[in-house]
Nanobody, 126 residues
């Protein structure tokens, strides 16, 4: 059974930091790109950041560039999302997923989503 479990969420003040972790089991980690998505109340789920299998390429939504950093540890089957300088608009449930992602011009495109993990709540208070 494939499982992706996000953890590390919590309540933080504006300007603070959190580090999310996505732990994967039941799949060959090297076969998938891994992405972070988020969904705020009343809004659609949106892509936040992605890392290619092997960690050679990373992608970020414009809203988080310069503040969030994604990294992977293939030996441990984990992907981390370091979130700095958090803003109230970052408040959402964050999900990790096994995906296929590729570069498109100066951005990226998600070609497919294979597995979703359970989310972790991030709340940024002002």
């Amino acid at each position: 059974e494939v499982q992706l479990q996000a953890s590390g969420g919590g309540l933080v003040q504006v300007g603070g930091s959190l580090r999310l972790s996505c732990a994967a089991s039941g799949l060959i980690f090297d076969n998938y790109d891994i992405g972070w998505f988020r969904q705020a109340p009343g809004k659609e789920r949106e892509g936040v950041s992605f890392i290619s299998r092997g960690g050679g390429s990373t992608y970020y939504a414009d809203s988080v560039k310069g503040r969030f950093t994604i990294s992977s540890d293939n030996a441990k089957n984990t992907v981390a999302l370091q979130m700095n300088n958090l803003k109230p608009e970052d408040t959402a449930v964050y999900y990790c997923a096994a995906v296929s992602v590729s570069r498109q011009w100066d951005s990226y495109i998600v070609n497919g989503i294979y597995y979703w993990g359970k989310g972790t709540q991030v709340t940024v208070s002002s």
